[in-house]
């Protein structure tokens, strides 16, 4: 079945206005604690959820976007979905699955291919989003499912010199269970990450090549950035999807493409439901952080200086001059429901520093209403803390595993269902 959707005829652009008093890194005052969530940076006092959401949160994202992941991109001007391919008997017939082919902006800028699964017979469902570190192909056998043409990292199955191969089918099924998530009721939608933007720094290539050459703007956009504007790009079909309930969105990611989800979250309202997995530093991890087996500012934005923008690199000798810490991207995304989920044995990821920052986001919970959003201890092993702003911690490594979908669908069975 080949037929094309046009989904939005016109977006507005909304040009980014740096605020004239935003001065260089170097400039900032050293704030040694987490900066308050509820003071603007003149001073003023921030006491209701409409001055939260008039004054501070706008003030906190062009800060965001201005020292870290740079400017949040225009959206395109036209953006249009054709079905690639569908098969309603799917997934031992329980799923129909389709591949989504997502245009937008002039013709030589890269498209999405949205892979996605819906449980038959239980739409419109509550859909889980996400991108995926190497390939569509590598979640299913299905030999429909389209085999990435952009460049990949060598270490994904099946890749060689850079191009991933039918060698990987099926071979990362257990990141993205599609089986699994569908027979428990719910949607699934996924993208190789490196259709927007190859995972990989100074090439001009993927959605960085629309951007002007040799530019030396230190808040240019970033990987991180460009992968979270994706998601966007995503939901833009998703909520268009009629086997899709578009008010049960839930963003999920693990690792960098977890910094990407907390951030996809953060940015855009219609994700109901946000699950950063491990994401460490440059995501839920403060980047003020006590935890000295943790990955550093000066450490992540010297091994992949693509995924922030130029200015976040000015803080790596002093994270104090930040304005902000990564509460303040978790607290863009009240009242909804946010879950932090990390492994006993990841401490590059931080897993008590994501707590700590968890806890420094309540008080803009608090604004929305909810009197505990937060455990007041960092809970146990395998036990989920499902309050608003959720925690869970098993044993074992850095991965992203068939057992953690089950928490994810804990946590999204509680506010979603
Ligand atoms: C690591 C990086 C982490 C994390 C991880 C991953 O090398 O230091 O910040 O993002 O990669 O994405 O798997």
């Known amino acids: 079945m080949r037929f094309s959707l046009t989904l939005l005829a016109m977006f507005t652009t909304t040009a980014f206005v740096r605020p004239a008093d935003f001065p260089p890194p170097h400039q900032l005052p050293s704030i040694p604690e987490f900066p308050d969530l509820l003071t603007l940076r003149d001073g003023t006092k921030i006491n209701t959820q409409k001055e939260w959401e008039e004054k501070r949160r706008p003030e906190l994202k062009q800060l965001l976007e201005t020292y870290m992941y740079g400017r949040y991109p225009a959206k395109p001007s036209r953006i249009a979905a054709k079905i ?66 952009v460049w990949v990292p060598d270490r994904y199955p099946g890749v060689v010199k850079n191009q991933a191969t039918a060698q990987g089918r099926g071979q990362q099924a257990d990141t993205w269970p599609l089986q699994s998530i569908i027979d428990n009721g719910y949607a699934v939608a996924t993208f190789y990450c490196g259709d927007i933007q190859p995972d990989r720094p100074f090439v001009r290539e993927g959605m960085r090549a629309t951007l002007p050459e040799d530019s030396k703007d230190p808040s240019e956009t970033a990987t991180i950035m460009w992968w979270a504007w994706g998601i966007h790009r995503a939901v833009d079909y998703l909520v268009t999807d009629k086997s899709i309930d578009a008010k049960r969105l839930a963003v999920v990611g693990h ?34 952080s006590q935890n000295e087996k943790a990955e550093t500012v000066k450490r992540i934005t010297t091994s992949f200086p693509h995924w922030f923008c130029g200015n976040f690199k000015l803080f790596g000798d002093d994270v104090t001059r930040l304005p902000f810490d990564q509460h303040a991207l978790v607290a863009l995304c009240a009242p909804r429901p946010v879950l932090m989920t990390n492994a006993e044995e990841d401490q590059w990821a931080n897993p008590s520093g994501q ?37 869970f911690i098993r044993p074992g490594k850095h991965s992203m595993t068939p057992a953690d979908w089950k928490i994810y669908m804990q946590f999204t069975d509680k506010w979603l269902k």
């Open 355 to 391: 707590f700590d920052v968890l806890r420094a986001a309540a008080p803009v919970y608090r604004l929305y209403g909810d009197s505990q959003p937060v455990a007041e201890k960092m809970p146990q092993l395998n036990t989920l803390s499902a309050s608003r702003l959720g925690y």
């Open 84 to 149: 690639l391919f569908e098969d309603a008997h799917a997934l031992n017939g329980k799923g129909t699955l389709r591949e989504v082919e997502i245009t937008f902006g002039p013709d030589d800028w890269p498209k999405l291919y949205l892979l996605v699964a819906v449980p038959n017979g239980k739409t419109p469902a509550p859909c889980f989003v996400g991108a995926n570190f190497g390939g569509n192909h590598l979640l299913t056998t299905h030999d429909k499912v389209r085999i990435p043409t």
């Open 255 to 288: 690792s960098r493409l977890g910094k990407t989800a907390l951030l996809a979250g953060a940015f855009d309202d219609r994700i109901a439901v946000i699950i950063p997995h491990q994401s460490g530093c440059g995501g839920a991890a403060p980047s003020r």
